[in-house]
């Protein structure tokens, strides 16, 4: 079985804030996940708390999707590029963060600051 899950941005009225989205983060991310965009020495952030998250699971006889909502950031690295991590609001957390790297080919707002532990921490 191979599973994919997706970050999509849409506004689906999650009672959550970005400020809370960043404490979920420095909470549940975990050490690898938190090492990772501390080396990469991002400064600045976007988070998004009303994130709609899709897993697409597949087998060789059926497929399933399901859909839930969640928070996202975007951590600007600064030689370009981004790392974009999302997760699943289960009460007032996120659970299951996953991470990957990502092109960005545009300028990225940014709403947060990156500490050098890589946690975030919320600015407006």
Same mark, same amino acid.
């Given at each position: ?9 849409? #506004? ?14 420095? /909470? ?25 998250? #899709? ?43 996953? /991470?990957?790297?990502? #092109? ?21």
């Amino acid at each position: 079985m191979i599973r994919v899950a997706l970050a999509l941005v849409a #506004a689906v009225g999650a009672p959550h804030s970005p400020s809370t989205c960043a404490i979920a983060w420095n /909470a549940r991310a975990g050490a690898t996940l938190l090492t990772r965009v501390a080396r990469s020495h991002a400064r600045t952030a976007f988070i998004q708390d009303d994130t709609l998250v #899709a897993t697409d699971t597949w087998t060789k006889t059926s497929t399933t999707s399901t859909q839930s909502k969640g928070c996202s950031i975007v951590f600007v690295l600064p030689r370009g590029g981004s790392i974009r991590a999302w997760g699943r609001w289960r009460g007032s957390t996120v659970v299951g963060w996953t /991470a990957m790297p990502a #092109a960005a080919s545009f300028r990225v707002p940014h709403n947060a600051r990156v500490h050098a532990d890589g946690t975030v921490g919320f600015t407006g």
